[in-house]
């Protein structure tokens, strides 16, 4: 693909992985500790592009939709985003992508800055509380990632499919991730699949449970377990392709990213690293924290099924 040049494409740092750690312990205070190999990108504005990017080609694409619930965090509380926008998640998916099948497994609103989440991690490393859970302070992440691994995925899957059908001939799964307000401050920022080979990819057992009572419910579902593998990514090696990397400059309520982190179908991309990132230009604390939300949706397409208003009946 050739990489348009944009006035607004930003010159930054992204956190790759290092290769220190065998796990990490999610949404813990420490985990925003923790160190990285920094590496200098540039991520291209694909504002007037976004027709050029899909699930199937690059693991993701930009949608324009707009949303029942007014703008800002304070309107996303559990049951507006359960009540109402799971529903319309559910339909957006599979108008874009024809699954017969979509679940909601679990979201994350975002509200805080990245910098303010790690000066709370500095002090509570210093005085032994670095396991504690951050809980509804959640920032922004700037680890370059994907949320399920190839050997991860089967058991969220088989986690989080209580309405699945039990012949799904493709399972895959899904993120939402939409701003809340108008994005400045710490921007998203997602990979092109097609550029990232499976061998820059590192296998990351991930702690859901911190020892202490403390548990991380971002990525699954109440009662689900201890730990589940992600994928941390390293750096492109030196004289081989490397990562292309977009965002939505100013990204806006009405526009959302799907995000593609498994698929089961091997003969499409089957997944898109992802990250927050710092955008100089809008770095400084007079701009307000980012507020997005995230949802993790399973995805199914069943054998002998097409998909009619009110749901799916069985083809002739």
């Not at 939709?65 to 985003?81: F, M």
């Not at 951050?134 to 995925?153: K, L, R």
């Not at 921007?187 to 499976?198: E, K, M, Y």
Request: hydrophobic share 35%.
């Amino acid at each position: 693909m050739c990489m348009p040049s944009s006035l607004n494409s930003v010159d930054t740092f992204l956190d790759y992985e290092l290769g220190n750690d065998k796990d990490i312990s999610l949404g813990t205070y420490d985990y925003y500790l923790r160190k990285y190999d920094r590496v200098p990108m540039t991520v291209h504005d694909a504002r007037g592009y976004e027709s050029l990017f899909s699930l199937d080609r690059n693991a993701f694409e930009f949608v324009k939709h707009e949303s029942k619930i007014a703008n800002g965090a304070d309107n996303w509380t559990e049951e507006a985003i359960k009540v109402v926008a799971y529903p319309e998640i559910v339909e957006l998916i599979k108008q874009r992508t024809g699954a017969t099948h979509v679940i909601p497994v679990s979201h994350r609103v975002r509200h805080n800055t990245f910098q303010s989440v790690v000066d709370k991690a500095r002090i509570a490393h210093e005085t032994g509380k670095g396991m504690d859970h951050i809980g509804s302070d959640a920032p922004p992440s700037y680890m370059v990632h994907v949320d399920q691994s190839y050997d991860g995925a089967p058991c969220w899957l088989r986690d989080n499919r209580s309405t699945a059908p039990p012949d799904a001939s493709r399972s895959a799964i899904i993120n939402v991730w939409r701003p809340l307000r108008q994005v400045h401050r710490d921007p998203f920022a997602v990979c092109d699949g097609s550029t990232v080979p499976d061998s820059d990819l590192i296998p990351m057992r991930t702690l859901l449970s911190n020892g202490n009572g403390g548990r991380y419910a971002g990525l699954i579902q109440p009662g689900g377990g201890d730990e589940m593998e992600l994928w941390v990514v390293k750096r492109a090696a030196e004289g081989k392709k490397q990562h292309h990397w977009w965002y939505l400059h100013e990204m806006n309520p009405d526009e959302v990213v799907l995000l593609k982190c498994f698929d089961s179908d091997t003969s499409r991309c089957r997944r898109a690293p992802h990250c927050g990132f710092e955008d100089p230009k809008y770095g400084g604390e007079e701009w307000a924290a980012r507020e997005s939300l995230e949802v993790r949706c399973a995805v199914f397409w069943a054998d002998g099924e097409e998909e009619v208003e009110g749901g799916p009946v069985k083809s002739a």
